[in-house]
């Protein structure tokens, strides 16, 4: 918990520097929609992002269709914190957890960007599907993401604790 709080306390220090801006959203928000607009183009289509003009949060097209937000909430950060402090939690030796750590929140930061992909292609071909896309696939992607992340931790910090007791 006390990892958890900490970075939650940094992280919102981080935005805090951002709130000046009213219309722009944070640097790792920006770096999202840019890395998900690179993405949506790789699969042939035209994307677009445009800054907001009322709120920090920056619009996503894809040919021409204004299809959905990417504000802070989108930026993975707040789930890397919670799956990092998870992993604190069940501490193993110092460079296994630093580079499970680093690893994991990479993977959930990609996982992140392809979630925001298939959201905005998905909706874009399948209007008719977006509650569900968004209500399920979309938290879906991502939260499974972390829980396979956490089972294979636990199952991975489990063995290194047995192999520790056993010698």
């Keep these: 918990m006390g990892s958890y709080f900490l970075f939650s306390v ?3 220090i981080y935005l805090s520097f951002f709130e000046t801006s009213k219309y722009y959203p944070d ?6 929609a840019l890395q998900s607009e690179a993405v949506i183009e790789s699969f042939g289509y035209t994307s677009k992002i445009r800054i907001h003009p009322t709120e920090p949060s920056l619009q996503l097209y894809v040919n021409d269709v204004f299809l959905a ?9 707040s789930i890397i914190i919670l799956f ?9 030796k110092f460079k296994v957890t630093f580079l499970y750590i680093f690893t994991g929140a990479v993977l959930i930061y990609i996982a992140n960007i392809l979630r925001i992909v298939i959201l905005a292609i ?6 008719q599907y977006t509650s569900f896309l968004h209500t ?13 992340l ?5 199952r991975l ?7 520790e007791k056993a010698v």
């Design 10 to 12: 940094f992280y919102n």
């Design 27 to 32: 640097f790792f928000t920006h770096l999202v």
């Design 69 to 77: 937000r990417i504000i802070e909430g989108c930026n993975s950060i």
């Design 84 to 92: 990092t402090s998870f992993i604190l939690s069940f501490f193993a």
């Design 122 to 127: 998905g909706i874009y071909e399948y209007p």
């Design 136 to 148: 399920i696939v979309f938290p879906l992607i991502i939260y499974g993401t972390v829980f396979i």
């Design 150 to 154: 956490w089972v294979f931790w636990v």
């Design 157 to 163: 910090f489990s063995k290194i604790t047995a192999d």
